[in-house]
């Protein structure tokens, strides 16, 4: 009785339902009326256990920036499993994977990020940062400077340490407390939470939360702050043009690590090789995991500069995974970032599909349940609402309308994904201006169907 595709849908659910524990999920909700069962990809397309094309607008989850179906990134995979599956690079040895990775991602990185710690996900590199930080303080001679600030809503991972640092509040109950020495700040989401101010009066509000929280904490005890350039995961919440600025000038006076969480941005989705070239910042670390290998091998890192690199190699660091710089991993990473560079992927976004989406998506604005429509390259969401003019919420439930509309999108084939009542849309880099117009005609009618 080997499972496989040609087993019936019902019973395929059947067994996920008794055996098999989904992420983030209600499960006795889920069983109920049993999963969605993806059995193939090409594109930007999914196929079903039913035989329904899916057109994919979250690239996974935003992970898969070339798309699917790529017969390199399976070669490369192949060739490195048959010449060396696995090493580590733990007690004085290398490998070529690894060292070949470190290099191209220390030449596209901006600045002096020229140092690469790998991991195997996003949650694993922001654990890394929270040791590294804090170690690379205790070796300056700092040791009080213990606290990392991020924000309220921003998504970090889902480890301990890495829940910690985010701030989505259902992360920090059921019992495993937020690690002590981290501080939130409230996000720059001005839809929601801008009342009267301008949308630069409020970044700049927002920007200064920093300021008072370092203020408070004492200047001399911050260690970092941390962000992702747009959070992505919070709802695609893009920070008034104000706010990076202010967050730049403010981390510079005060002599804190500014971390920039690119496991979103990074690889092109905002147009750029990483969401900081876009949005103007200058990070210390970046976070990076997702796009790097667009999904089609599970790897991580943080990408460090020459001078947090300097500190953190004048002694042992006590830290590193059985996976860290994987040479499998590392070998489609290293594919995955030539089909972007040598198919002109990022330039294309930037110049081309990346304009052509933001009218369309923008458009969505007219619908009667859209508030704002935002987008940078290819992430963008929508908020609904019941009432433009006062920027409303709706009354129910939070996240209800939301669901319908991700329900409807579910029924219409197409992937959305929804964020209380923000719709966020993702889709792989690769998709085409004709994919784009059938993505927004289906957005149109899930819209239109939500009731
Ligand atoms: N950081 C950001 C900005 C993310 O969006 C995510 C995942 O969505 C993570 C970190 C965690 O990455 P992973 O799920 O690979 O652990």
Redesign the pocket.
Known sequence: NVISTNTPTAELQALDAAHHLHPFTHAAALNKKGARIITRAEGCWLTDSEGNRILDGMAG??CVNVGYGRRELADAAHRQMMELPFYNTFFQTSHVPAIALSTKLAELAPGTLNHVFFA???????DTNLRMVRAYWMQKGQPERQWIISRWN??????VG?GSL?GMKPMHTQGVPTIPGIAHIDQPNWWSEGGDLSPEEFGLERARQLEAKILELGPENVAAFIA?PV???GGVIVAPDSYWPEIQRIVKKYGILLIA?????GFGRTGNWFGSQTLGIQPDIM?I??GLSSGYQ?I?GSIVSDEVAEVIGSMEFNHGYTYSGHPVACAVALENLRILEEDGIVDRVREDTAPYLKTKFEALAEHPLVGEAKIVGMMGSIALTPDKASRAAFASEAGTVGLICRERCFANNLIMRHVYDRMILSPALVISKSEIDTLIDRAWQCLDETH
């Not at 195997?120 to 922001?126: I, K, L, T, V, W």
């Not at 969480?261 to 941005?265: G, M, N, Q, R, S």
Request: hydrophobic share 25%; with cysteine.
């Open positions: 989850l935003w195997g996900s996003g949650s694993e590199a922001n921003g998504y970090h991972g889902s480890t890495a985010g992702e959070q992505g995961a969480d690119e496991v979103i941005c976070t995991a997702k599970p991580g």
